[in-house]
């Protein structure tokens, strides 16, 4: 029909191993056009194509032939669509549309075969403006919730129930001098459909005794909780919350700073369980002389800090701990001078910086357990960084740091293989040398245990290259 394209690579290591790369049929893409990626259903994989007034599904079966299309129907040609949420069975597309002047929030199940199985009214809106909806979903994937901030002090929000199909708890959350835009730090949802929002409040150096976080939850049986955690006089650099569906705890990992903000002097982890929040746990870690001269790459002050550090995501372990991943990157943007007939135009050039990896191993009570650095150098320029930072396989046995070694159509893609104990190893994976393809791993996804996909684009092509261990 068209082609596929099988590369059997055996990388040396210390022990010998292989991975099976598939490249995908190529599909046309719009400079306007969205997709996203479905995931692994019936052994097909499933791709969502955005047209603005078209919605398609394109399905690849397990070599990565295109297999077919369909265009799907939703109530109104002019839809807007808000998320995909898939299951194991099926998939639902969440959107807006307007009838009768009114804005109806509606969601439609679709087959692995893109069939129509159900749609349901989640909610009719009178006499409002389209609001800026937002979705997030549930780690299992049973429950979105939907929201939206109405004039920068109220969170309207609802918990839809997927297994059930209708709304869990709605509710209107009105924190006092709530400032959207400015305190507003973050939301996370449970497996339960619990939900957190997170308000920092005078995180300033004149403030810092102040400093704290508020923490509004909503539980799934619809219960308002709120409470405060003081950071003890610390400022924070960056934080990231994230919910323990296995413990049942909030936590948070983050940096913090003594003095100024723009650097970061060393690290904290937050424990919240259910149980209680008075119970928390919250420890602070100063960054030491081995990690700040792996960063900078020679002997620096450890008191002035690290500047561009990004808290990328936390791993939970089983006994509660964590793993607090960090990135350190940076855009600088400069100005640039091109030339039109006789007339000078300023163009702004913009640069991206992707560069180490950071493991922190946090056990449940604070303590570190152990700590590592992955080096990488990433640099592009005027591409929204799109083909930068790394994707994370989380395997049974270990996790494994996947990046482009250089932002460059012919390239190499490495990955550092870190074990539970801190050691690891670093492996070349596969060449795109002579293959087109630019490989976005900040939107790769896991479908198996050692399974992911992930997307290419590159001159106006899409393709699906899939990578199985």
Not at 2 to 12: C, D
Not at 32 to 51: A, P, R
Not at 107 to 130: E, G
Request: hydrophobic residues 35%; glycine residues 6%.
């Amino acid at each position: 029909m068209k082609f596929f394209i099988t590369i059997l690579l055996l990388i040396l290591s210390w022990n010998c191993f292989s991975q099976n790369v598939t490249v995908s049929d190529p599909v046309d893409v719009r400079s306007d056009d969205t997709y996203d990626f479905i995931g692994k259903m019936k052994n097909q994989y499933l791709v969502f194509h955005n047209k603005g007034l078209e919605f398609e599904i394109k399905a690849f079966d397990k070599d990565l032939y295109a297999t077919w299309e369909k265009e799907i129907e939703l109530e109104k040609r002019r839809s807007t669509v808000l998320g995909i949420v898939p299951t194991k069975d099926d998939f639902s597309v969440i959107y807006t549309c307007r009838k009768k002047r009114k804005l109806n929030l509606l969601l439609s199940r679709f087959s692995p075969a893109a069939n129509l199985l159900d749609t349901t009214t989640i909610k009719v809106y009178s006499n409002v403006l389209t609001p800026g909806f937002k979705v997030i979903r549930s780690e299992d994937k049973t429950k979105v919730l939907i929201y939206h901030v109405k004039d920068q002090k109220k969170l309207e929000a609802l918990v839809y129930d997927l297994e059930t199909m209708k709304i869990l708890w709605e509710r209107r959350i009105e924190p006092k001098d709530m400032a959207y835009s400015d305190k507003f730090n973050q939301i996370v949802l449970s497996n339960d459909g619990s939900l957190f929002v997170m308000l920092q409040k005078d995180n300033k150096k004149n403030q810092r005794e102040k400093h704290l976080y508020e923490v509004h939850q909503v539980t799934s049986d619809n219960k308002y909780v709120f409470f405060n955690i003081s950071m003890q006089g610390y400022l924070t650099y960056d934080i990231l919350f994230s919910y323990d569906n296995k413990n049942k705890n909030l936590t948070a990992a983050g940096l913090y700073s003594n003095k100024n903000r723009g650097r970061a002097n060393g690290y904290f982890f937050m424990n919240i369980p259910s149980s209680g929040h008075e119970n928390h746990t919250l420890t602070f870690e100063g960054f030491d002389n081995k990690v700040v001269d792996k960063l900078l790459g020679k002997k620096a002050d450890v008191e002035k800090g690290i500047a561009d550090l990004d808290v990328q995501e936390i791993v939970h372990r089983l006994d509660g701990g964590i793993l607090m991943i960090l990135e350190r990157n940076r855009i600088l943007e400069r100005g640039g001078m091109g030339t039109h007939g006789s007339n000078f135009n300023n163009r702004m050039i913009i640069d991206y910086y992707f560069d180490d990896v950071i493991v922190f191993s946090i056990h449940p009570d604070g303590k570190t357990h152990w700590k590592n650095v992955l080096h990488k150098k990433q640099y592009s320029q005027g591409d929204y960084a799109a083909y930068s930072s790394y994707f994370l396989l989380k395997t049974p046995s270990n996790l494994r740091f996947i990046f482009n070694d250089e932002i460059k159509p012919e390239n190499t893609v490495s990955e550092y293989v870190v074990k539970g104990s801190g050691e690891l190893d670093r492996n070349s994976v596969l060449s795109t040398d002579d293959q087109r393809i630019q490989l976005r791993f900040s939107e790769a996804l896991q479908v198996g245990s050692r399974e992911f996909v992930v997307p290419s684009v590159s001159r106006s092509k899409m393709k699906l290259i899939r990578v199985k261990y």
